[in-house]
């Protein structure tokens, strides 16, 4: 749920993004904004001092006289534009930096936080979340130094000359426009903050639907509901246009009142300056200058507010910025630092009294009391129906999942490895591997730290049975996979994937429905370089399949269901008693 954090605490937080080059251009940028909302305020004075000198003393002035006066006008203007070039490239530096800095450690907190984050929402509604947030982030810093600052200190100067040079009946009419304005747009604020949080959500969540769509094109297509689909976008884009009216006309109304404001101060000040003038309090060059000067405030004015409206908004986008850095890191990472096993001495796994359900779903137990020891270089087939399971228990060895027990590998208990010990020593290849949009080079040597060469890749390739088909595609190693593999086969996906495991030479090979979109011949091959793997390197192989055929080659296949075991043994043995695996072969249970 979104919260609004206060403006100073986010400032400061935001102030953290900044390298100290860009903090101490802040206080250039400060400084100069001094002299520069000084400098704003020599025209109205000018004009009314020449105002004065033309009309009151017109036979001993000429119009060289009034040349030196014009140069001030003209030469403050110009060092005024120059200052504000100046500022303007300070805050982008700072602002773009800030940016920078900001992507980065989102980027860095979303790669470390729980899975059951990412399960509990959709990509999309993360992306578009995350954009809209940093945006946020980047634009209050340059409201608050670029527009919010200039218009306070400008201010501040107009209010200075104000009660300086104009009588105080009129000094005192001026400023008063500031805090009604300032009651105008607190109370717009107050609110719109409500609907302001509404439409973001409303937006993240058809960001999410949007991305939803595009991942199932194929499926859209092939059921024709491409009509359905865009129904249920338009209805969700009419909520959204809905609210954003109910908005927009708050807003209108809340503008309205601002110009009356202004309208109404502007007519009571000409006319208490022209009545002071007819008195002969004052003079006309100085009716002048309470009109210039009353722009000159009620200019900055309408950038204040302006600028706290958007600071508003900015202020809810900044805040989830914040709230996405304050996600909590998940339980694999709560070892920090890289590797602390410096030798393996075994490949075994024991696990012991494992137990697990989701966070969301306390009542519905995943695994329950599992017991299970695996001796090093062991092949291990895991059966049993949809759901039983069997892939929480070989996420538990990788740590994509927190169970309840104890789980080690080699000896070393799982809670005392780190993510860098794990990706050495395990490797898990899904039923639907993840490719990136790279090349299939890259895609094969994903997360290896080391220089890897064009040969060690091939060969790796050549196990999975996928390097002929690699050398006939265009551009070969250097064929550019598209978003999650889509201009692949199922197939090659997987092979690829494989590919990937057989490169690392893991001491722990996790395959869950690794081959099931692979053809007999490839499949058989395939199964040569397991038995390899467990002969030549020692490694240990845990195998999901739902095709029991695949597990005849095992060691040993154990049996779950509800999230126990239920039988274990050979493949043949297993055929041969009466129980779960035997009905699985058959066909009576799925």
């Known amino acids: 749920m979104r919260r609004k954090m206060p403006l100073f605490s986010l400032t400061k937080q935001i102030f953290g993004l900044l390298q100290k080059r860009q903090k101490r251009s802040f206080w250039i940028v400060l400084l100069i904004l001094a002299v520069s909302a000084g400098l704003s305020q020599i025209l109205p004075l000018a004009v009314g001092y020449l105002t004065d000198r033309v009309l009151v003393d017109r036979a001993n002035i000429s119009f060289q006289t009034t040349v030196p006066v014009l140069l001030v006008i003209l030469i403050t203007s110009v060092v005024n534009e120059v200052i504000k070039v100046i500022r303007r490239l300070l805050v982008e530096d700072a602002s773009t930096q800030a940016e920078k800095e900001a992507r980065n450690r989102a980027a860095a907190s979303l790669m470390l936080a729980p899975m059951r984050y990412f399960r509990q929402n959709m990509t999309g509604n993360i992306h578009g979340r995350l954009n809209r947030s940093i945006e946020g982030t980047t634009k209050l810093v340059k409201l608050i130094f670029m527009d919010f600052a200039p218009a306070v200190a400008t201010g501040i100067a107009a209010v200075f000359v104000i009660f300086s040079q104009l009588p105080w009946q009129v000094a005192l009419l001026m400023v008063l426009v500031v ?140 805040s989830d910025y914040f709230q996405i850095l304050g996600i909590p890191k998940d339980f694999s990472y709560a070892v920090q630092g890289e590797k602390r096993v410096e030798k393996w001495d075994s490949n075994d796994i024991q696990m012991q009294h494992l137990r697990f359900h989701y966070a969301e779903e306390p009542d519905k137990p995943i695994l329950e009391d599992l017991n299970l020891q695996v001796g090093a270089g062991k092949f291990i087939g895991i ?40 990706a050495e020593a395990v490797v898990l290849v899904p039923q639907v591997p993840f490719l990136f949009a790279d090349t299939i080079f890259h895609n094969i040597c994903y997360g290896i730290k080391r220089e890897v060469t064009l040969e060690e890749v091939r060969e790796a390739a050549r196990r999975a049975s996928i390097d002929a088909d690699i050398m006939q595609m265009p551009g070969q190693y250097a064929f550019l996979v598209a978003e999650a593999g889509h201009n692949l086969s199922g197939g090659q996906r997987q092979r690829i994937a494989l590919a990937r495991a057989f490169l690392r030479t893991p001491r722990i090979l996790i395959l869950d429905e690794a081959t099931s979109a692979l053809d007999n011949t490839s499949e058989k091959q395939i199964q040569v370089e397991f038995e390899r793997m467990k002969e030549v390197y020692g490694t240990t192989i845990l195998s999901i399949a739902h095709r029991l055929t695949t597990l005849k080659n095992c060691d040993q296949i154990v049996v779950m269901d509800h999230g126990k075991i239920v039988q274990q043994g050979t493949y043949d043995s297993l055929r041969e008693q009466p129980g779960l695996f035997r009905d699985m072969s058959l066909g009576i249970v799925q």
Do not use: W
């Open 383 to 422: 059966a049993g129906p949809s759901g039983c399971g069997k892939s929480t228990v070989t996420k538990a060895i990788d740590k994509l999942e927190e169970t309840e027990g104890t789980i080690t590998i080699g000896g070393y208990d799982l809670a005392a490895l780190t993510r860098a010990d794990l």
């Open 179 to 318: 805090p009604v304005g300032t009651l105008i747009v607190m109370r717009q604020i107050s609110t719109q903050k409500g609907i302001r949080v509404e439409l973001l959500q409303t937006k993240a969540d058809l960001d999410g639907t949007m991305v939803e769509l595009l991942g199932g094109m194929e499926t859209i297509r092939s059921m024709d509901s491409a009509e359905i689909e865009c129904a249920r976008i338009d209805r969700r884009s009419e909520a959204l246009r809905t609210k954003e009216m109910k908005h927009h006309r708050a807003m209108a109304f809340y503008d309205c009142l601002k110009f009356i404001n202004e309208a109404a101060f502007n007519v009571a000040v000409i006319g208490i300056s022209v009545l002071l003038a007819f008195q002969g309090a004052i003079s006309v060059g100085t009716v002048l200058t309470a009109y210039l000067c009353f722009t000159q405030l009620t200019g900055p004015l309408r950038e204040l507010h302006r600028i706290l409206d958007e600071v508003s908004e900015c202020t809810v986008l900044a």
